[in-house]
């Protein structure tokens, strides 16, 4: 039996946290009140939608809040963040034994809590860069988006067993020497 529900939600809290500095409360009154779209800054604390639109420039919303705020889009959103979430949240339920191995994973792994999620960020996109397009968007799709494999299947017009073996060939190659060598510091082995 689990005896825990363990819920995770991934919100942009560098806007939130400029949001409250500047003396206000998330919601649409506060919205309302700033001239914004309630829509759209809650699609971009969610991480549901990009602050940059197809022309490559921030959109009206986006630069809309940055005025709001006072600051610069390096200010509210961090690369990682320029792109959407498939899905921002996350629940399961789990045991006693597997919190207590959760909330201790750094420490076990020997991770440096001196490792900004960024550079991690950096590091896995740059890998993700080198290797097929194909094999890169079904990784995203599946790890990233947490499809099943036939959901990614449907989507790309594939079987799920197609999609399997496209993820097991993009995995083989990210353990490839020249592209592994980057992420090795950052999963617990030299």
């Known amino acids: 039996m689990k005896e825990y529900l363990l819920s995770v939600k991934v919100r942009n809290n560098l806007i939130l946290n400029a949001i409250k500095d500047a ?3 998330t919601g649409q009154l506060w919205c309302v009140e700033n001239g914004l779209s309630y829509e759209a800054v809650n699609k971009y604390i969610n991480i549901a939608i ?4 197809l022309d490559g420039n921030y959109k009206k919303s986006a630069l809309a809040l940055c005025d709001v705020l006072n600051k610069t889009p390096y200010d ?4 990682k963040q320029l792109s959407p979430l498939a899905n921002n949240k996350k629940s399961t ?4 034994n597997e919190i207590d191995a959760y909330l201790s994973f750094e420490s076990s ?3 440096s809590n001196d490792i900004d999620s960024f550079d991690i960020s950096r590091v896995v996109n740059s890998a993700l860069d080198q290797i097929p397009e194909r094999e890169k968007k079904v990784l995203q799709m599946v790890v990233y988006g947490e499809m099943t494999l036939n959901d990614c299947g449907s989507a790309l017009g594939i079987s799920g067993v197609r999609v399997k073996q496209i993820m097991e060939k993009a995995l083989r190659r990210m353990r490839s020497p020249s592209i592994s060598k980057e992420l090795r510091p950052y999963v617990g082995y030299a």
């Open 23 to 25: 003396g206000g409360e």
């Open 50 to 53: 990009s602050p940059i639109g």
């Open 93 to 96: 339920e789990i045991s006693e």
């Open 109 to 111: 792994r020997g991770i």
């Open 76 to 79: 509210l959103w961090t690369e």
